[in-house]
């Protein structure tokens, strides 16, 4: 069981980013990975973005290597046990989650803020229930990868990924506010941030 976060973590980054990277520039002529291109607040999340997938790599890979239990490692939260099949139940739930969104969002779909970028809204299937279902799915991945590697650094990236994902959210809000006006104000009126009805904006 100790190698399944490394399986899943090499998933999310095989399945979640390369390959959706790759389907998007045969069917829509770029990547769709816009990083580093903001302000300075924009810049330093993107590199804690990629702190985080590397520290989640170096941390699985660790783990699936060691001939000691994910919860006794010499960083373990105190008094903790791994709860492997918790951990991988949420993590199989967040990629599904997660892969299911970025294909709904077709040519829409980026990482990071494309200020040039006009894709149009998408606002069907499960974009009709809540907004960020994308980053729903990364926290139940994150969340999922802490109980089945109770350490420090899993609990850290959790919390620091919470920070970040509420952060980059108000940003992609306030830009698509911006870029489509009364048709985002409509729509995220009626749909929830990240839970059904929860969360939506106000006029």
Known sequence: MQWLPL??????FGFGILLRAWLHRRRHGTFGVVLFAGGAEQ???????????????????????SDRPAHDLDWSLPA??????TGIVLMAGGLLVLIGSQAQLGVSWRI???ESAR????????????RNPIFVGLW??????LAAVPTWISLIQLLGASIGI???V??????????????????????????????????
């Open 119 to 130: 894709p149009g809204l998408v606002t069907t299937g499960v974009y009709a229930l809540v």
């Open 170 to 203: 108000r940003a992609e809000e306030s830009w698509l506010l911006a870029t489509y006006g009364a048709d985002y104000q409509a729509y995220a009126a009626r749909v929830g941030r990240f839970v059904p009805l929860l969360g939506r904006l106000t006029p």
């Open 80 to 85: 903790t046990e791994c709860w492997p099949v």
């Open 140 to 145: 139940l991945l994150l969340l999922g990868f």
């Open 166 to 168: 509420h952060r980059q």
């Open 43 to 65: 810049k330093v999340r993107d590199g804690l973005l990629l702190v985080l997938f590397a520290t989640m790599l170096i941390q699985a890979a660790i783990v699936a290597g």
């Open 7 to 12: 399986a899943f973590v090499l998933a999310f």
């Open 112 to 114: 990071g803020i494309d």
